[in-house]
């Protein structure tokens, strides 16, 4: 069936008000969105399209270069502050990237609205610039571009011959290590990731949304009572979430993760701080919850047995094990770029996956646990698994 002129005249038309007035559409801007991305790869032409994939990873690239020279910051600067663009001259003289090489980097960021171009020699801010001078999206872009991009370009030659990495990540980055020993010996490295684990989701709902965690957990507890034990907990800003969502509560919060990290936890006085590894016995017996989020996603089946191994012996009658992760449909449907692609990073950076509801079910039923609930708190298969022993 052929559109008629109208059609194609009115698409147009919509389009321009989407983009001239975007909070107009906000009520139906997943719609939109995923209609416009189809609509992308519908109507390009076949030499379009594989330009769009030849140069796919340079829009994160270049916002590296972007963030790293300051250049974002300048032109968001001069814009606010002297209502002006800023030429590729006086970049220069800022970031020290000569004057030829800015202006083609700027013109391919123009094209990814990245930054809005003048002139050939004169750019100023887009709303992505200020979007991306973000604290969260600093180091989220710091994170994908110098950790796991690498891991993701070597995927193909893992695949092929793995030359004795155990990881596409440890094949792309040279190194005999794991990620995590790999950031132990980086400090720099290792703040941008953990500043990243802590303000990912701040946008998003939590699991303290979809679980009442005072009356599963904090009922009957004395002040001995070990009633959360953040595994893995990173920089511990889900003690702090629970702590600001419980103040009264009653019961020892404790934060374990390698020593490195707990050096820089955000946690206050009353969270403790256990140097712990997760393949080894947990230490802390009988806790009313074992918290992990983000970590089995990290491992592949066999690494996560050992990790609920380590915890079966030290649960007690009232213990559970609460799960952060993403709990993914079983069903063929429409997917989230987001899920899929993190799915593929875990398995890049880690050998491991993002897990189906299924695939949960039988790697904790494989060890005798029991899912006693699956609560759901994103659109993105965010869950917090409750399981506890048969
Ligand atoms: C993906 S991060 C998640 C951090 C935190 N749970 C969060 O969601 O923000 C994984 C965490 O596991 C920690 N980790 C890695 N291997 C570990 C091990 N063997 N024992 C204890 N913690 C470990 C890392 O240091 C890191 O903090």
Redesign the pocket.
């Known amino acids: 069936m052929g559109s008629n002129l109208t059609d194609a005249a009115t698409a147009v038309q919509v389009l321009k008000q989407v983009v001239e007035n975007p909070e107009q559409f906000t009520s139906h801007a997943q719609e939109i969105t995923s209609l416009a991305r189809r609509a992308v790869t519908t109507l390009e032409t076949p030499f379009e399209a594989f330009q769009r994939l030849a140069y796919s990873a340079l829009p994160l690239v270049t916002t590296r270069i972007a963030q790293q020279h300051q250049i974002l910051k300048t032109l968001t600067e001069n814009a606010e502050q002297n209502g002006r663009s800023t030429s590729t001259a006086e970049l220069a003289k800022k970031t020290s990237i000569a004057q030829p090489v800015l202006e083609s980097l700027l013109e391919y960021m123009a094209t990814q609205h990245i930054v809005e171009m003048v002139t050939l020699q004169e750019y100023k801010p887009s709303r992505r610039s200020y979007m991306l001078l973000d604290p969260l999206f600093t180091v989220g872009v710091a994170h994908f571009h110098d950790h796991c991009l690498p891991a993701h370009t070597a995927l193909n030659s893992f695949l092929k011959d793995k030359g004795g990495a155990r990881t596409s990540f440890e094949k792309g980055h040279h190194t005999d290590t794991d990620f995590?020993e790999w950031l132990d010996s980086r400090p720099e490295d290792a703040g941008v990731f953990?500043r990243f684990?802590?303000m990912q989701f701040s946008s998003l709902p939590t699991w303290l949304d979809v679980l009442d965690f005072g009356a599963e957990c904090g009922r009957d507890t004395t002040a001995d009572t070990p009633i959360f034990v953040?595994?893995?907990?990173?920089?511990g800003?889900?003690c702090v979430s629970l702590q600001q969502r419980y103040p009264d509560i009653k019961g020892r919060i404790v934060l374990?993760?390698?020593p490195r990290?707990l050096a820089n936890a955000i946690t206050g006085e009353r969270v403790e701080k256990m140097d712990?590894?997760?393949?080894t016995e947990q230490p802390v017996k009988d806790a009313r919850a074992y918290y992990f989020?983000?970590?089995f996603h990290?491992n592949d089946d066999e690494s996560c047995i050992q990790i609920l191994k380590s915890h079966i012996p030290a649960m007690g009658p009232s213990s559970v094990l609460l799960i952060d992760d993403k709990v993914l449909a079983d069903d063929a449907g429409e997917r989230a770029e987001y899920t899929s692609g993190l799915g593929v990073s875990m398995l890049c950076m880690f050998n491991a996956l993002e897990r189906r509801e299924s695939q949960w079910r039988n790697l904790l039923g494989s060890v005798g646990l029991r899912i006693k609930d699956i609560k759901r708190f994103t659109k993105f298969g965010d869950s917090v698994i409750v399981a506890a022993k048969d």
Not at 230 to 235: A, L, P, Q, S, Y
Not at 276 to 279: E, G, H, T
């Open positions: 995590y953990h684990m802590e953040d595994v893995g907990g990173g920089n800003q889900q374990q993760d390698r990290i712990y590894d997760f393949f989020r983000q970590i990290n």
